[in-house]
């Protein structure tokens, strides 16, 4: 048995999120088993450390390719890249050992958000969510501060979510790119609930164009700890998945080995102390 892991690049305006689905319904793992089938003739199973919604795009995904069929990692990279649509891009591919999986051993996952504050040219459009109003950006800072940290976020998620919904933001940081009438909000963290930045990122926005609502209002909304909520989710073809880092091989994974928990628990600790908010302009 032969296992890859793969770095992908793509754009999900066409696709109904990464996990595959029944039938004729189309997702990038879909699209990437089917080509990898249909050109080595050869059966595949394939997992992602993320499960992006549809219309959510990447430039970090990583996921691992478990196959009995054997070749060269460049030569394998070359020939899946030549079978892709052009929506759908392997960055590296390397040949690993049963150690690896996507999931295990996650530090820090980055995604980002970009909005336009001004109708953008049509090659880009796709990739940003063009807010119709104006933007108080120095409110919108303050709001977004109201998410970083240790939260309870199921008044920020799908509602579906079964396990625990509190999770821990590293950090977030707004650039204000001007040349392109953009805000681009840089989200760090090691895991994300479904739906979760977007509904922050649109709550936020939301608060941030309108005088009669205050950062306050995100606080209770986050302290009620319902998904029903009546603050908007932002489109999804503003998020995008930049990175995905990994602690070194070897490295004990809290998530499975629960005897860990305590340091997972300092770990979390020390994260909470240095938790930052960078407001930076280029």
Known sequence: MKLYKLVIAYDGTDYKGWQEQPKN??????????AFTRTFKASASIVAASRTDAGVHAMGQVARIRTEFDLNADKLKFALNNALPDDILITELESVDTSFHPMHNVVQKTYQYDIFTSLPV???QRYGWHCQKDINVEKLRECLKVFVGTHDFRSFCSGYEAESTVRTIDSIELVEIDKENKLRLIFKGKSFLQYMIRRIVGACVKVACEPDLQPSDLIAALDKKHPEQILPCAPAKGLMLVKIEYSPPGHLDPSIHSAS??????TQDERRKGQKFNVSKN
């Open 25 to 34: 319904i189309t997702t990038v793992a879909k699209t990437l088993k089917n």
């Open 122 to 124: 049509p090659f880009v």
């Open 261 to 266: 928990h305590k340091a997972t628990q300092n």
